[in-house]
């Protein structure tokens, strides 16, 4: 059973630096066709892609957020980092991190979410 944690601070001050980490159990963020996913969802609003690392190592972003967003991995430790770079309130949402399965085209594992707010 593939399990997603997402880590990190859950309040960050405008203009700074978003830094979530997933980490991975029961699965290897290497193996083929898997791509490890960013989403997000703001107050009322719908879930919105943020990103993803493939198994490759090769990141894609959304590109309405490609300028401040930066997917990395720690294959040593099986994780995953979402850098989004001078949030603002707009930022604020529940970020979850996922697993999109390409054998079967849907996201097949998720986080439990974790809350982030922007707010001096």
């Known amino acids: 059973q593939v399990q997603l944690q997402e880590s990190g601070p859950g309040l960050v001050k405008p203009s700074q630096t978003l830094s979530l980490t997933c980490t991975v159990s029961?699965?290897?963020?290497?193996?083929?066709?898997?791509?490890w996913t960013w989403i997000r969802q703001p107050p009322g609003k719908g879930l919105e892609w943020i990103g993803a690392i493939a198994f490759s190592g090769i990141p894609d972003y959304s590109p309405s957020l490609k300028s401040r967003t930066s997917i990395s991995r720690d294959t040593s430790k099986n994780q995953f980092t979402l850098q989004l770079s001078s949030v603002t309130p707009e930022d604020t949402a529940v970020y979850y991190c996922a697993r999109d399965n390409r054998t079967v085209g849907a996201v097949d594992y998720w986080g439990q979410g974790t809350q982030v707010t922007v707010s001096s």
């Open positions: 029961g699965g290897t963020i290497t193996t083929n066709y898997y791509y």
